[in-house]
């Protein structure tokens, strides 16, 4: 190997070479941190939230002013009533807010009444009548959901707080963390507010809650209560695989033809609610993508700037070395071997860069710590790239003539 | 040891066309130490080139130690420069970036032998041009004859059968010119076949053999000795 007489030589005209290899530094750094980060933003979005997203229709009613209890309730019944009468829909729910909606209650839970009792743990809570299992397309782990008779009813938000319901369902995620001896299904948890009693009757695999930048989006709770009153009323439509867009397309006109009088809005698809929840993340994704991506360009450009000067500055040296026998693949390697070293001394700041920089994020962003394996990832891709970028300018010295040797010019 | 036959070059750049060298025959053998002269333009540089593979030639055969070169491939053109011939240029084309030792052992490397043969290889060429104890210096921190010597050190450390030296000592002033020659002188007396290009009548004659290039061809060389005695009668009565 020819390392340390190019070694030496690079040392001899080290400015270029060191302003390549800082950029192959602050590449590497940015690189490993970027895609750390892009990879778990990735991961972030891609969690499957337990609801069937493919085939659900959601939409908000606003009624023109509050409306009494039984005749809140009879409208729902109503529209619900309609809606699976719609062609395509499997199933109809009435709720008090989305899930993922970065809207919604956020509820504590506890083994006990006791009011400092630890085992407090907040979920996201969603209320739910007894087709809301089929609605959502949530698969139900073990117990039940629960039926008609349970659905307790409530005039309003204050009525419901004052009353809770004996029966609940959660969350496998909740029944982990609330009881972690695996003995959830039968078991009683309490409101941590007022510490009312219910019995968790079944656990569904997974529904992710309201709230998707919180790391507690797993765990979640549905109690068996309809509200009335309408002042945050969601009907939850699921439908038969493939018709979702029809479904879509009508469900306005279904509605208002039980009753004109109010406001639908935010039709939407559970796509679009996705979208919408992770839309931060897809933005930051994109701009850390076209961060390292710029970077890598850069970084691309200054190898192949650098090893194209040199090749210019060394033509004389290069038919030199073809006259004393090298030969084009001699040559060809010479500058491989160059732009290689270029890199792998940036790659070397760069890793103490890379974790530098990953102890400040986390300190500061409270960002996860950097995997490790991003660093051997990352270096091996700017070896690559350093090769790539070289390979033209080498190719060309390896196309210079030895006769360039006995040249005066 | 090197026969060349009927050697035509011709260098083409856009419409024009120069002849470089029109069937030209010279053939050199064992042991020799052959000096070429010749006007600037008279394809003294071309024939080198050629002689010492570094280009093609258009028509003609070339038989350099008894083997055919005139068809051969860049490798095999290469591995023969490497293991055959030795270079010394007019400029030493010495690596500014390089010390001496590495200056010396770029061919070896590209011979591949190992670094102890190499580093055994470079100190004896080292001390046969005088300069064992500059292996760590740069060629900027030699003089123009030292550098010189480390181009013969360099195109001496792979063995060759033949030395090419193109104007060996016209960078140099005529001491050191002197010392150049007589390391040739030397080298030749050892064994190793020289051919030298040179238009500097003095050097020619220390050589064993001059022949004398016009237009690309070997012309009779009374005559260009007749030329210099005329310039040198000249010039004595100018004086």
Redesign the interface.
């Given at each position: 190997m020819?390392i340390r007489?190019i070694l030496?030589?690079l040392l001899?005209?080290r400015t270029g070479p060191l302003l390549v290899a800082l950029q192959v530094a602050i590449t590497l750094a940015v690189l490993c941190n970027a895609a750390f980060i892009v990879q778990q933003r990735l991961a972030k979005m891609d969690r499957p939230s337990g609801y069937d997203e493919d085939n659900l229709v959601t939409l908000q009613v606003i009624n023109f002013g509050r409306l009494p209890k039984e005749a809140g309730l009879a409208a729902i019944a109503a529209d619900l009533g309609a809606l699976r009468a719609m062609p395509g829909v499997v199933a109809a729910s009435a709720t008090a807010s989305l899930p993922m909606s970065n809207a919604g209650f956020g509820w504590g839970f506890q083994r006990t009444a006791d009011a400092n009792d630890p085992t407090n743990t907040s979920a996201s809570l969603m209320l739910a009548d007894q087709y809301g299992l089929e609605a959502f397309g949530l698969q139900l782990e073990s117990g039940r959901w629960f039926t008609p008779e349970e659905i307790g009813t409530a005039a309003d938000f204050a009525e419901f707080g004052a009353t809770l319901p004996a029966t609940v369902v959660i969350s496998r995620a909740l029944a982990d963390q609330l009881f972690p001896d695996g003995k959830a299904l039968g078991a009683t948890v309490y409101d941590s507010s007022t510490r009312a009693p219910a019995t968790v009757i079944g656990i569904v695999e997974r529904a992710q809650g309201y709230f998707v930048n919180n790391p507690g989006v797993e765990r979640s709770a549905f109690y068996p209560v309809v509200i009335a009153s309408g002042e945050s009323l969601y009907y939850v439509i699921r439908t038969r695989p493939g018709e979702r867009a029809a479904v879509q397309r009508e469900v306005e006109s279904a509605l208002l033809a039980v009753d004109p009088r109010r406001i639908l809005r935010d039709v939407r698809s559970f796509g679009e609610i996705r979208a919408t929840a992770y839309q931060n993340d897809r933005a930051m994704t994109i701009t850390l993508l076209t961060v390292i991506a710029l970077l890598v360009a850069v970084t691309v450009l200054g190898v192949f700037g650098l090893m194209s000067f040199n090749v210019n500055r060394r033509r004389?040296?290069i038919g030199?070395?073809?006259?004393?026998?090298?030969?084009?693949?001699?040559v060809v390697r010479h500058f491989l071997l160059e732009g290689w070293i270029v890199t792998t001394a940036g790659a070397v700041i760069g890793v103490a860069l890379a974790v530098g920089l990953s102890v400040w994020l986390v300190s500061t962003f409270d960002l996860p710590k950097l995997d490790w394996r991003y660093l051997p990832v990352g270096v091996l891709a700017l070896w690559i790239v350093g090769q790539l970028a070289a390979y033209g300018p080498a190719r060309r010295a390896a196309g210079i003539?030895?006769?360039t040797?006995?040249r005066?010019v | 040891m090197l026969q060349m036959k009927g050697i035509s070059k011709v260098y083409r750049a856009d419409v024009v066309q120069t002849s470089a060298l029109r069937d030209f025959n010279l053939t050199v053998d064992e042991g020799e130490f052959v000096a070429v002269t010749g006007p600037s333009g008279s394809g003294k540089t071309t024939f080198l080139n050629i002689a010492g593979l570094l280009e093609a030639f258009d028509a003609g055969s070339y038989l350099l130690d008894g083997q055919d070169v005139s068809r051969l491939g860049d490798d095999a053109r290469s591995r023969i420069r490497n293991e055959k011939i030795g270079f010394i240029f007019q400029g030493f084309n010495l690596i500014a970036d390089l010390n001496v030792f590495d200056n010396v052992d770029v061919p070896l490397r590209y011979r591949g032998f190992r670094a102890a043969e190499r580093a055994q290889r470079i100190q004896r060429a080292l001390e046969l041009v005088g300069l064992a104890s500059r292996g760590k210096h740069l060629p900027s921190q030699l003089s123009g004859g030292q550098q010189q010597r480390v181009a013969i050190a360099r195109a001496l450390a792979g063995e060759p059968r033949f030395l090419l030296a193109d104007e060996p000592t016209g960078n140099l002033d005529s001491v050191m010119a002197r010392q150049v020659m007589e390391l040739l002188e030397e080298i030749n007396g050892r064994g190793t076949t020289i051919i030298m290009v040179t238009h500097d009548p003095e050097l020619a004659r220390r050589a064993r053999r001059n022949v004398h290039m016009l237009d690309g061809q070997v012309t009779d060389f009374t005559e260009f000795e007749a030329a210099i005695r005329v310039r040198e009668t000249r010039a004595a009565a100018g004086a």
């Open positions: 020819e007489p030496s030589a001899r005209n004389k040296q030199t070395r073809r006259a004393l026998g090298a030969r084009r693949s001699d003539e030895p006769a040797a006995t005066s | -």
